[in-house]
């Protein structure tokens, strides 16, 4: 497998260089905090519903309602579970599925959501 390479460097100290990091994402300033709680959902949700269900497919429309669900119980103040976690589950879900459609591996009919800017799918992801 050929390894990608921009062309553009950086480099340090005694010679070393290594391709830019620009563009491939601040893997680093993701929370540990946030990883942990949004982990044991998944933990969670393996035990009772198996380990990948969820990449089966899932309507947008499941995945964003059950979020704002989870969001409103949180403001609301219950804390009965990890509202936040589940939120941001959910969240993780619809943008997985949403890029599995796009890229073909899952049916279109998942993106079930209204569109109001009359725009194609692809065009209100690119802002």
Known sequence: MKMKDSGERDYYHGGAQ????????????ITPIGILRIAKVY???????GA???EDGIPLGRF???SLRHIF????????????????????GAIHTEEMVRRGVLPA???????????????????
């Open 18 to 29: 290594r391709d830019k990091a620009a563009g491939k994402g601040a893997y680093e300033l």
């Open 43 to 49: 933990e969670d949700g393996a035990k009772g519903k």
């Open 52 to 54: 990948r269900n969820w």
């Open 64 to 66: 964003m309602q059950s």
């Open 73 to 92: 119980q949180y403001i609301e103040g219950y804390r009965d579970e990890d509202h936040l976690a589940q939120a941001a589950w959910n969240l993780l």
């Open 109 to 127: 009919s998942l993106d079930n959501l209204p569109n109001y800017l009359g725009e194609t799918n692809d065009d209100h992801t690119k802002q």
